[in-house]
């Protein structure tokens, strides 16, 4: 049964499923779509063609689904989608995508964002996210599965963070990081890789100390064409993680090492 407060403004042609709570004063309008077993805690404010799964927790102030911060925006319709069990903690916003790119950005699963993070038109966040306390992403920016985000970080647009890599706080990210990577500074640079976050998901010691070898050398030594060349093949999942994410396009660049 859903706990709808009678202050929540509800549109016509909203859907929502079932179990959901609703608090005082949020506002959902026309076109939104609300899966199963939603938290809304008061003043969430949603709109457009938004489309949210099964059992995630908006906290007081959220602004989900409102027009892109984009210029060029000329109010297509264009779609945000957020999976299932994040937490959007108070005065986050996310925005739908633009005619600019495939006109959706997507929010995967069981990802946290803490107080004040911004997710940008086009983004593409995966599972297990953490955006600490006003850690901001520009537009068209791809966040892989596992990446934490430090407090105050700032991601260019068209950015990609590789899966399990983390920014420190105040991080300024104008280029590509890769898997595993740890990237700190203005104009942040990669310090090494994540061997915390890698222990913690337990990889082996001697699967980190691989990865971190080739990583070194990529980075140190040799350059990125003649190394791939060398471990086209691999046991090693984190190295394959590494090799994928070099394979794709980018159009910003790697961010170099600079300890």
Same mark, same amino acid.
């Given at each position: ?49 938004? &489309? ?15 027009? %892109? ?14 999976? &299932? ?36 038109? &086009? ?20 966040? &892989? ?33 890769? %898997? ?80």
């Amino acid at each position: 049964m859903n706990k709808i407060h009678n202050t929540a403004i509800i549109g016509k042609n909203t859907i929502i499923g079932s179990n959901v709570e609703i608090g005082p004063y949020c506002v959902v309008e026309d076109g939104v779509k609300i899966g199963n077993d939603n938290i809304l805690h008061s003043s969430v404010y949603m709109s457009g063609e938004t &489309d949210i799964g099964n059992g995630n927790n908006f906290f007081p102030f959220c602004s989900i689904g409102s027009m %892109p911060q984009d210029l060029k925006y000329q109010g297509e319709k264009s779609k945000l989608t957020i999976g &299932d069990e994040n937490i959007f903690r108070e005065h986050c916003t996310a925005n739908p995508g633009t005619s600019g790119d495939n006109m959706i950005t997507i929010i995967g699963n069981s990802s946290l964002f803490m107080i004040g993070a911004h997710i940008a038109h &086009d983004c593409i966040i995966g599972d297990k996210v953490i955006m600490a306390n006003q850690a901001t992403l520009g537009g068209h920016v791809q966040v &892989d599965n596992f990446a934490v985000l430090g407090g105050l970080s700032a991601v260019h647009q068209f950015c990609r963070i590789g899966k399990l890599a983390m920014l420190g706080g105040l991080s300024a990210v104008e280029n590509d990081v890769i %898997p595993f990577g740890l990237a700190l500074g203005n104009r942040a640079k990669i310090t090494g890789v994540n061997i915390v976050g890698l222990k913690r998901a337990n990889y082996s010691k001697s699967v980190i100390r691989e990865y971190s070898n080739i990583v070194d050398k990529i980075f140190t030594g040799g350059t990125i064409t003649s190394e791939k060349e060398k471990i086209k093949s691999s046991n090693n999942d984190l190295i394959n993680e590494l090799l994928n994410f070099l394979d794709k396009n980018s159009s910003r660049g790697l961010c170099q090492y600079g300890k």
